[in-house]
């Protein structure tokens, strides 16, 4: 491949998933792969061997920039790196931002799914053309998977998940840093046999508080099973799944934790032996014992709010036996405004982001990139300050 790239020069390489060759050597896990590792050292040994009279360019496209082995990423190699988000919020056009809010934190990808779905709903309604109703119902299946229309729940059932689900929505519409609820259902889609839909925000930092509330109303399931029924299921385990990771994580990765202190330890990764553990067992009991008392005053707190709400549980519970589906409006009907002040509506999702209609054309006359039209700042991925231009980064 190279042998064919310099005699073809000046030429451009590209390796997708580069991943794939270009792995650690070494590493934890005992053993290794010598044919992984011979391909990776002659893959080094090739880029080596580039001057700047060689003309060729070698590109490469990965997920897991963080399990590359480091020699690639040395100058010389691939020493220049173009971080590609998720699509921003920001649109001009409505639809495309009525979409955007509904599906923060999709992928390229996962958006293209859902307008595929969409297509795929309004042709077995044998309509002519695509509406919102449509992308919403796709945007229903991607998440919380296909509807079970022949998934019969017996009476009891029925209405175990129906005050699951109540508890849900009505512990997470009175904790203030709870995500805005979008739409709770008793319908069963995927593996669940109810969900609820809330309407994230992107966000990449997160206090104790709003970490610790988000705890609360994934236990509401539970608890409201225990104060309604005296008993509980095996529908929370997902939920029960959930907090047990974010306690973990607040606890061994974030340092929230006083009595374990300012440290963060690496989780395990895959191939690990059972036993490698960055800390003592007496740490590691200190940790379990730290876990246990968050989840527990997460779940007294959860219980107290409930009781406090239990009529409100029993009107939504009611109601969402009776319509199968609530909207946010249905909520606000029922229970009233929610008591904090949240962000539902695009022109809030992106207020203090810059404007939608801020110019992104390139300069009359840069219509490539490189060094001939660009200065080394506009040149430069690694400067803050200015933005590559929109076609190389989108190749």
């Not at 709770?184 to 610790?212: C, H, M, N, W």
């Not at 340092?255 to 963060?264: D, E, F, L, T």
């Not at 707190?301 to 409006?329: F, P, Q």
Request: net charge negative; proline share 5%; aromatic share 8%.
């Amino acid at each position: 491949m190279f042998a064919m790239a310099r005699k073809q020069a000046p030429c451009i390489l590209f390796i997708d998933e580069i991943d794939a060759v270009g792995r650690k050597r070494g590493g934890k896990s005992f053993g290794g792969h010598s044919e992984q590792e011979n391909t990776l050292n002659q893959l080094l040994v090739e880029m080596d061997g580039f001057n700047t009279t060689t003309n060729v360019v070698v590109l490469a496209a990965t997920n897991r920039v963080d399990i590359l082995d480091k020699a690639l990423l040395r100058p010389g190699r691939f020493d220049r790196q173009i971080f590609v988000p998720a699509p921003d919020i920001k649109d001009k056009n409505d639809l495309s931002r009525k979409m955007a809010a509904l599906t923060p934190g999709f992928t390229g990808a996962d958006i293209a799914n859902v307008c595929n779905e969409a297509a795929l709903i309004a042709a077995r309604d044998l309509n002519e053309s695509i509406i919102l109703k449509h992308f919403e119902q796709a945007i229903e299946r991607v998440i919380a998977g296909m509807e079970k229309k022949t998934n019969v729940l017996a009476p009891d059932e029925k209405r175990t998940v129906a005050y699951h689900e109540a508890g849900h929505a009505v512990s997470g519409w009175f904790l203030e840093h709870s995500d805005p609820l979008l739409k709770v259902s008793i319908i069963p889609r995927g593996k669940g046999l109810g969900y609820a839909q809330y309407l994230p925000k992107d966000q990449y930092l997160l206090t104790t508080e709003q970490l610790f509330d988000r705890m609360c109303m994934t236990l509401g399931g539970r608890v409201s099973e225990e104060i309604f029924f005296e008993r509980i299921t095996t529908g929370a385990q997902d939920d029960l799944k959930k907090i047990t990771d974010s306690a973990y994580a607040q606890i061994t990765r974030f340092g929230m934790n006083k009595r374990v202190g300012q440290v963060s330890f690496d989780g395990s990764q895959p191939g690990d032996p059972m036993y490698a553990k960055p800390y003592s067992e007496q740490t590691a009991q200190i940790i379990d014992e730290e876990v246990r008392l968050l989840i527990d005053k997460a779940y007294v707190r959860t219980k107290e709010l409930l009781i406090k709400h239990k009529s409100d549980v029993e009107k939504v519970a009611e109601r969402l036996l009776k319509n199968e589906i609530l909207s946010r409006d249905d909520m606000i009907e029922l229970l009233g405004k929610r008591p904090f002040p949240e962000k539902s509506t695009y022109e809030e999702f992106v207020e203090g982001t810059g404007s939608f209609e801020e110019d992104t054309t390139l300069p009359e006359g840069l219509t490539s990139w490189n060094k001939e039209k660009a200065t080394p700042e506009e040149g430069d991925s690694s400067s803050s300050s200015k933005k590559p231009p929109t076609e190389p980064a989108k190749a």
